[in-house]
T-cell receptor, first 114, second 112 residues
Framework: AQTVTQSQPEMSVQEAETVTLSCTYD???????LFWYKQPPSRQMILVIR??????QNATENRFSVNFQKAAKSFSLKISDSQLGDAAMYFC???????????FGKGTKLTVNP | SAVISQKPSRDICQRGTSLTIQCQVD?????MFWYRQQPGQSLTLIAT?????????ESGFVIDKFPISRPNLTFSTLTVSNMSPEDSSIYLC?????????FGSGTRLTVV
């Protein structure tokens, strides 16, 4: 079974600084997708970024980028120029083949200090 | 991306009763999912619901407790039956679309 591990229950960052959230996963499959979701106190799950396993290039969305290390099964999220609105729970998630259920990590609570 | 309208957003229910949560998607989707999330915790998948077939339940969840309906490609319901305080949680629905997965805004259920 696929598993997703987020080893940082909590992280904090100063406004305008950069922070990296860690995620590792375990799978024997070659076709899969990885996601980072943000969940603010409103409970709404917001897709931050996604990565297809077959793509070597790391995904980037504005201030958010990933470091995808397929051999190491690592998928970290870098947030640049952190803003107060980035404060939230961040979940790393895995989907086999992109059409199956999402498997979530336990989450990392990010605090942004002014 | 697809947008999901989930209702109710919260409810307080008496033990022994049932609550039905509804999710309406603004476009047709093949697969929908139901999750449970304890406050401050991660999401646990309850079941996968495909239109026209029985829902597939994860280990620890059974149809008698969490019956699911999927009458068409834009709608699904989850019922929490014979509730106990242990069922107090946040319930979220989700749908797969072409870029990823979208989520409803969640239902906060409190059983007293």
């Amino acid at each position: 079974a696929q598993t997703v591990t987020q080893s940082q229950p909590e992280m904090s960052v100063q406004e305008a600084e950069t922070v990296t959230l860690s995620c590792t996963y375990d799978t024997s499959e070659s076709d899969y997708y990885l996601f980072w979701y943000k969940q603010p106190p409103s409970r709404q799950m917001i897709l931050v970024i996604r990565q297809e396993a077959y793509k070597q290039q790391n995904a980037t969305e504005n201030r958010f980028s990933v470091n995808f290390q397929k051999a190491a099964k690592s998928f970290s999220l870098k947030i640049s120029d952190s803003q107060l609105g980035d404060a939230a729970m961040y979940f790393c998630a895995f989907s086999q083949g992109g059409s199956e259920k999402l498997v979530f990590g336990k989450g990392t609570k990010l605090t942004v200090n002014p | 991306s697809a947008v999901i309208s989930q209702k109710p957003s919260r409810d307080i229910c008496q033990r022994g009763t049932s609550l039905t949560i509804q999710c309406q998607v603004d476009s047709q989707v093949t697969m929908m999912f139901w999750y449970r999330q304890q406050p401050g915790q991660s999401l646990t998948l309850i079941a996968t619901a495909n239109q026209g077939s029985e829902a597939t339940y994860e280990s620890g969840f059974v149809i008698d407790k969490f019956p699911i309906s999927r009458p068409n490609l834009t709608f699904s319901t989850l019922t929490v039956s014979n509730m106990s305080p242990e069922d107090s949680s946040i319930y979220l629905c989700s749908a797969r679309y072409n870029y990823g997965y979208t989520f409803g805004s969640g239902t906060r259920l409190t059983v007293v």
